[in-house]
């Protein structure tokens, strides 16, 4: 698949892997700079009337409309003001009137959350996600705001953002975007995150007020539709009509945008996963108790299905615009076998990673070939499944396809599917090792996990922390695994072990331009392909130097090195492709030979000589570049394995973000879109490249 059919991806910081914990506020320019970045041309009106766009987002073809009742007075003691508090005072009411005849299990409650703090919805991505303050929030339909009860997103199911001047309205078409504008925007599009990650929601809805004016704002995960503005004080039976379909879905969920193939875990469910787990020798965490949930997990090819529970989170990415990946450890309803299951949205002109993943399954076919690449189960396009079921036929692109390209008028290319697929065996994040050993032995075993998905033509491009996983010995699956393959090209087979030369597609065709996209994490991208703006042949070579980043990377943040907490925010700084090239290279050339793990020898000779690989690929210290290859870096860490003096329980240290500025650079961060589009803040920087996808996460990892 030709990569000028994909669509750019738009830049962002990194607010899940800050450089400092000041960095993650929400009036921190960089926090500020990342978002704004993400939802840059992502807001997108509405190209009909109020009614149309509630006909064309909340169908529900047996509900009818909500009964004739005379709501006229719902907010006429409303009067202009340049307070919020005065807005709030009247609209909550006002509120309450409108829906105080909706069926007693579908009706909604509304509360002045301004000086509520609502965490994000994942207590492990508390340091790192901050919470937020809605203006008023609403319950889930059929429930009440309990007198002390904390609140949670998972409680919520529409908020509301309060501006109290209607000029104070962002999309206003008589001018351009101003700063405050931006702040508005990007306060609605994080609460759309935290109410999608919250419910595992398909879309969402966010109502933003302006003095008497409003907009509903719906969310995908491809952008914004904003709806036409319209006067609730004058005709509040608009809000009306909205509140009454969006607690009368269809599909036999609660409120419009919940996913159907999702259901809450009952308490009988959790004694059941309690049970199971215990078997394995682990346990159920608050946190995968209170997010426990049973999902559907579909093949549209052979029809077949399966439900799953989740009982722990893996990983998530905090994005609202992008893949949104989550991964779940998750136990299978019949045998109540573990297993990963994997969430995503993909750009639906994209290869599907099921797609790679059969190939390898049908190139390793015998027991233990796949060690060290995971194994399908079941999964896939569940938009395609949707398709084939005629209970969606109303209205096929409201679920498991994003809408906004195709309203929008955007190229295809930035729409998204939902992708949801099993894998095995089951890994564990390779930055919560219980030795340093343990660690380099689960990048050995991924590196030879490399050689055999390149050895059966395909090539990886997005090594990361979030990709390259512990796998714990009761699995017998061997002791690593390189996985998620969704930026995975396909080349000519390489059983030699060299292929530098010969696997490279020549030419200017689609295998060619597929293999210049970027792609990759910034922290974990080769030098070469941060150099070239112009964009170069991603091959072997780069990904294998993105092991040795990964080991890096691991080494500053989680062993005693003796450098202190500086040296990992100068050499993987949250920023952009020209400060991460300079890093790199000063730390190739010179800044390496300072470290020296304490009584780790065997791992401080690992990095310097596998540095050394890297310099040679480099020309930094020859003339002509050495390419790696699988042989020499498997030599490498054979060798490195294989010599005494690795302690036996040196376990990761937790990594501790510095608090404030002066713990890292104060250069402004922002990361990077495609190769022929760099943000101003990049054009400030000499040398500067651009890259085609820039992710973030907790670990650093998978979007």
């Known amino acids: 698949m030709s990569s000028n059919s994909a669509s750019p991806r738009k830049p962002k910081g990194d607010p899940a892997n800050p450089g400092t914990r000041a960095q993650t506020a929400h009036n921190h320019h960089q926090h500020k700079i990342g978002w704004n970045s993400e939802i840059a041309d992502k807001f997108t009106l509405f190209p009909g009337t109020i009614h149309a766009f509630i006909e064309r987002f909340l169908q529900t073809p047996n509900a009818g409309d909500p009964p004739n009742r005379d709501v006229s007075q719902a907010f006429q003691g409303l009067v202009e003001t340049r307070q919020e508090e005065k807005i709030v005072e009247f609209l909550v009411p006002g509120l309450h009137e409108l829906t105080r005849d909706l ?23 508390n340091k790192d996600v901050r919470g937020t303050k809605p203006d008023v929030s609403t319950t889930q339909p059929g429930e009440v705001f309990e007198d002390g009860m904390k609140l949670r997103w998972d409680g919520i199911s529409l908020v509301f953002e309060i501006k109290p001047r209607w000029d ?84 036999g969920v609660r409120f419009f945008g919940l996913d159907p193939t999702v259901k809450p875990a009952t308490a009988e469910d959790l004694e059941w996963a309690e049970e199971n787990l215990q078997k394995n020798g682990k346990v159920l965490s608050p946190e995968g108790r209170a997010t426990s949930r049973w999902l559907e997990v579909h093949c549209p090819e052979d029809g077949t299905y399966k439900r799953y529970l989740t009982v722990g989170l893996l990983f998530l990415n905090s994005h609202l615009f992008s893949r949104s990946t989550m991964v779940w450890i998750a136990l299978e309803e019949e045998s109540a076998d573990m297993y990963a299951l994997k969430d995503a949205w993909r750009q639906f002109i994209r ?71 099993v894998v095995s065996p089951v890994g564990r994040p390779i930055f919560e090792f219980r030795s340093t050993k343990e660690m380099v032995t689960t990048i050995r075993n991924a590196v030879a996990g490399h050689r055999k998905a390149r050895r059966v033509g395909l090539l990886h491009r997005d090594v990361s922390s979030g990709n390259v996983l512990i796998v714990d010995e009761e699995q017998k699956k061997g002791p690593g695994l390189l996985c998620d393959f969704d930026y995975s090209s396909f080349q000519e087979p390489d059983t030699d072990g060299v292929a530098e030369v010969v696997t490279q597609p020549d030419g200017d065709g689609d295998e060619a331009t597929e293999l210049k996209e970027r792609t990759g994490t910034l922290y974990f991208m080769a030098i070469e392909i941060l150099e070239q703006p112009s964009g170069v042949l991603h091959t072997m070579a780069h990904d294998l130097e993105s092991f040795y980043w990964l080991l890096v990377w691991i080494t500053l943040r989680h062993t005693n090195h003796g450098q ?55 020309s930094l210290r020859s003339e002509a570049p050495i390419p790696m290859t699988h042989d020499n870096v498997l030599q490498l860490l054979d060798e490195a394995l294989a010599k005494d003096g690795w302690p036996e329980d040196d376990e990761a240290i937790e990594f501790q973000i510095p608090e404030d500025e002066q713990a890292t650079t104060s250069h402004v961060t922002t990361t990077t879109t495609s190769q022929r589009k760099r943000s101003a803040a990049q054009r400030q920087e000499p040398r500067q490249s651009s890259s085609k996808r820039a992710r973030t996460s907790k670990s650093g990892g998978d979007s």
């Open 103 to 125: 069926p007693e299990d579908k009706r909604l409650k509304f509360k002045d959350t301004r000086s509520t703090m609502i965490q994000f919805p994942y207590a492990s991505y």
């Open 564 to 618: 202190g907490p500086l040296i990992y925010s100068e050499i993987f700084p949250n920023s952009t492709d020209w400060w991460s090239h300079s890093a790199k290279s000063s730390w190739i050339r010179f800044r390496f030979r300072n470290v020296n793990i304490h009584g780790n020898n065997p791992l401080t000779w690992l990095i310097r000589e596998w540095n050394a690989l890297c310099a040679k690929q480099h």
């Open 351 to 421: 290869t599907p990673e099921t797609v790679y993943l059969k190939h390898l399954k049908e190139k390793y076919p015998g027991p233990g070939e796949l060690d060290g690449l995971p194994e399908l189960i079941i999964g896939g396009d569940l938009s395609k499944w949707e398709a084939s079921q005629d209970v969606y036929a109303t209205s096929p692109f409201t679920y498991h396809r994003t809408m906004w390209a195709e309203i929008s008028g955007a190229d295809k290319a930035y729409e998204r599917c939902h992708m949801r697929l």
């Open 168 to 251: 104070q309205d962002p999309l206003l078409p008589t001018r351009q975007l101003r700063e405050d504008d931006k702040d508005t925007l990007r306060q609605l599009a994080i609460d759309a995150r935290n109410l999608m990650a919250a419910h595992l929601s398909l879309f969402t809805f966010v109502v933003g007020i302006y003095g008497p004016t409003t907009r509903i704002y719906r969310f995908d995960r491809a952008g914004c539709i904003a709806s036409p503005l319209f006067n609730y004080r004058d005709e509040p039976e608009i809000f009306r009509a909205f509140f009454w379909r969006f607690v009368h879905p269809p599909h």
